[in-house]
């Protein structure tokens, strides 16, 4: 009888970890619901600054700048009743041509193919309705309980032009 429990709480602890471990986990070695005062915390230490703390649909969203990471401009993180359900990075190089753009698109895509399966391709759009070309090209990983989304957007009117890549993570 012992040696029955003893293989139903191993199997009972090893399908808890396998689920845990079918999640994207959020970047910077946060876990999904840490507290918004842990957040903090960590944040204070790596002297981030929160900039701005907006209250959206029963949600809190922080913008946090200087997170020490190339070309990360902001981060914003999103707590549900004070605990982390999303964290959305947001990378700009002024410098970088559309061509420089497409092969960190490229880059990123296959490192997240390669740890989360082939993601789905949700937007390929080129609007030139206007004088502003718009692009907007997107991923999409769904792993468990938790999504990746990664996009690539541009807007250029003549030499104007601004371009991003934004990685969200999200808990469903």
């Known amino acids: 009888m012992r040696l029955l429990f003893a293989i139903v709480l191993l199997t009972c602890c090893c399908a808890f970890r396998a689920a845990a471990a079918d999640d994207i986990p959020p970047p910077f070695g946060f876990r999904w619901n840490d507290s918004a005062g842990k957040v903090e915390q960590v944040l204070t230490t790596a002297k981030a600054k929160i900039v701005d ?21 902001r981060t914003l993180f999103t707590f549900k009743e004070g605990f982390l359900v999303a964290v ?18 490229g880059e990123i895509r296959r ?14 759009t080129r609007d ?14 769904i792993v468990g309980d938790t999504m990746l989304e990664l996009f690539y957007f541009s807007a250029q009117r003549e030499k104007l032009v601004y371009r991003t890549i934004t990685v969200t993570y999200k808990a469903m």
Request: hydrophobic share 30%.
């Open 53 to 73: 703390r907006e209250p959206k649909d029963k949600r809190e969203v922080w913008t946090v700048e200087e997170l020490v990471q190339p070309g990360l401009k």
């Open 128 to 141: 030139t309705d206007s004088d502003v070309i718009q692009t907007l090209v997107g991923y999409q990983w």
């Open 88 to 105: 959305e990075l947001h990378y700009e190089y002024d410098t970088w041509s559309i061509e420089r753009y497409n092969d960190r698109m």
């Open 111 to 124: 490192y997240f193919d390669a740890k989360f399966g082939t993601g789905k391709l949700v937007s390929r």
